[in-house]
Antibody
Framework: QVHLVESGGGVVQPGKSLRLSCAASGFSFSSYNMYWVRQAPGKGLEWVAVIWYDGGIKYYEDSVKGRFTISRDNSKDTLSLQMNSLRAEDTAIYYC??????????????WGQGTTVTVSS | DIVMTQSPDFLAVSLGERATINCKSSQNVFYPSNNKNYLAWLQQKPGQPPKLLLYWASTRDSGVPDRFSGSGSGTDFNLTISSLQPEDVAVYYCHQHYGFPITFGQGTKLEIK
């Protein structure tokens, strides 16, 4: 069964760093582009970043450019998000998401349960 | 950036009745080279992550009941639930993945009347 399990969330002070991880299982992780998508409390969905299946291409949402870094280790089926210089507005549930269009599907076809990041002093 | 606008923001429909949600994109999300609309619909129930319902605007994801259907092309899309069931209470989002940044509609909250 296809699974994505996020970890690494927590409470952190403004300006500090946090690293999120996502463990993938049940599919050929190295064949799929992967996303991070976040959802602030009571708000809608916001795309954060994407990384190509081989790690060769990465794109970021403007507000996180220069602060967040997406990466992957295909040998360990793991996706990561290094978040530096955190701000209160980064407070959200962070979801690890598979790009279905990399395979036989389309859209964002597999979602993790999410990990909560709270930025507060 | 491609702006996605859903309507309505809130919808109340009686059980067994039809529910329709509209999604408009500020730019065309149809890619002629593969004849696909890069538009998907997600369902999010309280306390759960979103779930993919439809992709390429009208293709149901595996296991999605056939009462859910998608239509439209280019910039104007609809999600229709033909006969509302209690388990369909959720927030529904459209999103485009034609280009980056990927953008979402603001969400439509669907409840039972």
């Amino acid at each position: 069964q296809v699974h994505l399990v996020e970890s690494g969330g927590g409470v952190v002070q403004p300006g500090k760093s946090l690293r999120l991880s996502c463990a993938a299982s049940g599919f050929s992780f190295s064949s799929y582009n992967m996303y991070w998508v976040r959802q602030a409390p009571g708000k809608g969905l916001e795309w954060v970043a994407v990384i190509w299946y081989d790690g060769g291409i990465k794109y970021y949402e403007d507000s996180v450019k220069g602060r967040f870094t997406i990466s992957r280790d295909n040998s360990k089926d793991t996706l990561s998000l290094q978040m530096n210089s955190l701000r209160a507005e980064d407070t959200a549930i962070y979801y690890c998401v598979r790009d279905g269009a990399s395979g036989s599907s389309g859209g964002m076809d597999v979602w993790g349960q999410g990990t909560t990041v709270t930025v507060s002093s | 950036d491609i702006v996605m606008t859903q309507s309505p923001d809130f919808l109340a429909v009686s059980l067994g009745e039809r529910a329709t949600i509209n999604c408009k994109s500020s730019q065309n999300v149809f890619y002629p080279s593969n004849n696909k609309n890069y538009l998907a619909w997600l369902q999010q129930k309280p306390g759960q992550p979103p779930k993919l319902l439809l992709y390429w605007a009208s293709t149901r994801d595996s296991g999605v009941p056939d009462r859910f259907s998608g239509s439209g092309s280019g910039t104007d899309f609809n999600l229709t639930i033909s006969s509302l069931q209690p388990e369909d209470v959720a927030v529904y989002y459209c999103h485009q993945h034609y280009g980056f940044p990927i953008t979402f509609g603001q969400g439509t909250k669907l409840e039972i009347k």
